[in-house]
T-cell receptor, first 113, second 117 residues
């Protein structure tokens, strides 16, 4: 049973518009959440993270929102750019479990010019 | 500064053959990990190591063995390859402690695409 789920396997958005990626988790012990971006033939690269003590974290065009009661987080990309076309993975971890990450299945984003 | 280097990048094995995937990091990270990526499954942790000479099982350890004889290297072995082990394998390394709003310094290699026929 997947503890972290990304229910939308793909997303298509027009350049300049907002991209919203969603992620749900089932383990209430997770206390740290991360988003990774992955281009073909490359390893995932870190994008943004959020601790469970916060409900929002912003870094430039990227904002992550956390709703602990719903066990849901989302990544907003505004404005979307063609270079944002990639696969995005949501990941979660527990401090007590060290640095192991549990990943969602990924969402493929295509930004159309 | 190379970061995390994986060798080989591609490999085709016949069922029953064995092989070793090598991961090397030059960031003096304490922790190292092996993940596999399969379509729709994201990345799943195979084995990890919290220091030289130590290893532990992750989520999907069956059919794999690991060794970490040196801090900078983490080896993943397949003793008898099976078609179910066809996947893309990623090695990663990180610090042992993490700061606020950081990513533990988690760094991934570029992956090894393994096909077992």
């Amino acid at each position: 049973d997947q503890q972290v789920k990304q229910n939308s396997p793909s997303l298509s958005v027009q350049e300049g518009r907002i991209s919203i990626l969603n992620c749900d988790y089932t383990n209430s012990m997770f206390d740290y959440f991360l988003w990774y971006k992955k281009y073909p033939a490359e390893g995932p690269t870190f994008l943004i993270s959020i601790s469970s003590i916060k409900d929002k974290n912003e870094d430039g065009r990227f904002t992550v929102f956390l709703n602990k009661s719903a066990k849901h987080l989302s990544l907003h990309i505004v404005p979307s750019q063609p270079g944002d076309s990639a696969v995005y993975f949501c990941a979660a971890s527990r401090k007590a479990a060290g640095n192991k990450l549990t990943f969602g299945g990924g969402t493929r984003v295509l930004v159309k010019p | 500064n190379a970061g995390v280097t994986q060798t080989p990048k591609f490999r085709v094995l016949k069922t029953g053959q064995s092989m070793t995937l090598l991961c090397a990091q030059d960031m003096n990270h304490e922790y190292m990990y092996w993940y596999r990526q399969d379509p729709g499954m994201g990345l799943r942790l195979i084995h990890y190591s919290v220091g030289e000479g130590t290893t532990a099982k992750g989520e999907v350890p069956d059919g794999y063995n690991v060794s970490r004889l040196k801090k900078q290297n983490f080896l993943l072995g397949l003793e008898s390859a099976a078609p179910s082990q066809t996947s893309v394998y990623f090695c990663a390394s990180s610090y042992s402690t993490w700061g606020r709003e950081s990513n533990y310094g988690y760094t991934f290699g570029s992956g090894t695409r393994l096909t077992v026929v």
